[in-house]
């Protein structure tokens, strides 16, 4: 014990403890601003600083903060984890357009990849891991490939960006990547656990609506992911109508690790901070996974200054894909890499189809629906390597109020290439369309995208085999031979002549008095789901987002 001078043992010891309390309070202080209040609000939030001398330096600012004053500078974040409350996770990433546009992409990455490591690692070993131990030889040919394709194009961003806008986002795309990886591997050195991503994992996650047509291509995986799109047009007393736009995505369950994500980037359309103007969509919101960069599944609400865009798309109905997929990694721009590049630069349906048709090719097959909501201009695309075709279907979507589509082309030429497999193509038309005939509401209309029938998801509907809505909401684990793939999520918006009025979202399957909600643990217990809730029974959700 320090023996204070002119002071007795009593005060000496006295001081000691209040000197060692103090430092217990800072050490307690320092703990709980490093790693956040446990039982807080589960909301994590941080942000980027950077200079040209010092680089980059990520500030975590924890639990229980106030959301609408936490800095900028570079970029700023908050993580929401609800998947066990809500079947949904939340990221919101802002950049500032006052710091170098490169330097934006890769403090956004570094957030969203520090924030969401543990959410990450979780999709990696449930998706990746297992079908890449199954085939090792072909995904070291995948990754060959991506690996190739990302070095050839990377080098053509640099040369190119300083004349092309569409280069220039080519290359942020991956600067943004660049920063995902740094910012896990941070995370995962901060927290002391001993798990460890190859950066090929990370462009596998990142390039998420590829993957999928290179699986197939390749022999790795199967089970495509797929999207049922509806528009409906809902007339209002002494109003314009409504129109509802719903979307149901197909996929394997194990990729029901669910982020909601909102991008509000500052980024211009060259690398010139004082002569480049912004771009078009600075706003992106999409409903996404773990590490992606695009939203795989296919559902973007595009923001700029007055003016918005509604993306949304599915795979094309193909059994040939080996005849028409050109795998020349020196060829083409990734579909994930164009469609964010088309997404900030597009100021119309008709922008965003050229941007994305260019340097096309690649393994994907799709159908995109391009809808502008104050003129509400409907665009129909059908993509394929190589292939980009457009149809303008306003009028018709005006005349009867409804479309649907699923993935079966409108095209003859790319029907004739793609060969679907559904040989009652037309009958499976019309019982879709038959399904909207009575949706006179949007609350009917919310009611039919999670497949109940008579307005009421309480009622007992009839047997799930029989039922009309089964193809909408396909839950592969009731059929008698049991699948784990089946409708993952529901995500439905509504729009007035002002714009966007509502966007909600539902995560998991969907369930009713007929249709018992999923649960692994009585399912496929034994398929990989580690970050997964055992039950999911989930309500709609409407994200509020926090910065303008």
Not at 41 to 53: E, F, L, M, P, Q
Request: some cysteine.
């Amino acid at each position: 014990m320090l023996k204070v001078v002119g002071a007795s043992w009593l005060q000496t010891r006295i001081s000691t403890y209040i000197l060692v309390a103090v430092a217990l309070l800072g050490i307690g202080a320092i703990i709980l601003g490093e790693f956040g209040h446990v039982e807080q609000d589960g909301t994590y939030s941080a942000t980027v600083i950077w200079n040209r001398k010092g680089g980059y330096r990520i500030d975590f600012w924890g639990q229980g903060n106030d959301l609408t004053v936490v800095p900028m500078h570079a970029a700023r974040a908050y993580y929401k984890t609800g998947i066990f409350e809500q079947g949904w996770s939340y990221i919101e990433i802002e950049t500032s357009s006052k710091y170098p546009d490169t330097v934006q992409a890769y403090a956004a990455g570094l957030l969203e990849g520090s924030l969401t490591w543990q959410l990450i690692h979780h999709h990696w070993y449930n998706t990746i891991r297992p079908q890449c131990e199954e085939k090792a030889a072909e995904c070291r040919k995948l990754t060959r490939y991506l690996r190739d394709n990302t070095a050839v194009i990377r080098k053509r961003a640099e040369l190119l960006e300083s004349t092309d806008p569409f280069w220039h986002m080519v290359r942020l795309f991956y600067a943004q990547l660049d920063g995902l990886e740094a910012g896990w591997k941070f995370a995962v050195r901060r927290s002391r656990v001993s798990v460890s991503l190859e950066s090929d994992d990370f462009l596998w996650l990142a390039l998420a609506s590829d993957i999928p047509g290179f699986q197939r291509v390749l022999d790795i995986a199967d089970i495509p992911i797929n999207s049922m799109i509806y528009f409906k047009s809902i007339p209002r007393a002494s109003m314009e109508p409504l129109v509802a736009i719903g979307h149901n995505t197909a996929a394997p369950y194990t990729h029901m690790l669910r982020l909601l994500k909102r991008y509000t980037f500052g980024y211009h359309t060259g690398p010139g901070l004082k002569t480049a103007p912004s771009i078009p969509g600075r706003s992106i919101v999409m409903s996404s996974y773990p590490g992606a960069l695009s939203s795989r599944d296919e559902f973007y609400l595009i923001r700029g200054d007055n003016r918005e865009l509604v993306v949304t798309g599915t795979s094309l109905l193909a059994t040939n894909q080996s005849e028409w997929s050109f795998l020349h990694p020196k060829d083409h721009v990734m579909l994930s890499v164009r469609l964010m590049v088309a997404n900030r630069l597009a100021s119309s349906g008709q922008s965003w189809f050229e941007t994305m048709s260019h340097q096309n090719g690649g393994a994907s097959a799709s159908q995109w629906i391009a809808f502008e909501p104050r003129s509400t201009t409907m665009l129909l695309v059908e993509q394929l390597p190589s292939v980009s075709v457009a149809m303008n279907y306003t009028e018709e979507f005006k005349k009867s109020g409804y479309a649907c589509y699923v993935g079966a082309s409108n095209f003859e030429n790319v029907n004739e290439i793609v060969q679907p497999a559904k040989k009652d193509l037309n009958e499976w038309r019309m019982r879709l369309a038959r399904l909207q005939e009575n949706v006179t509401t949007f609350e009917l209309f919310r009611d039919m995208m999670r497949g109940c029938s008579q307005g009421d998801c309480t009622a007992r509907n009839q047997n799930y085999q029989n039922d009309p809505l089964r193809e909408l909401t396909y839950r592969g684990d009731l059929e008698d031979d049991p699948l784990p793939y089946g409708i993952v999520d529901t995500k439905i918006l509504a729009i007035d002549e002002d714009g966007f009025e509502m966007f909600e979202a539902v995560s998991g399957p969907a369930s009713s008095q007929s249709r018992t909600p999923f649960k692994w643990s009585e399912t496929f217990p034994n398929i990989s789901h580690v970050g997964h809730p055992d039950t999911f029974h989930f309500g709609s959700v409407s994200p509020r987002w926090v910065w303008t």
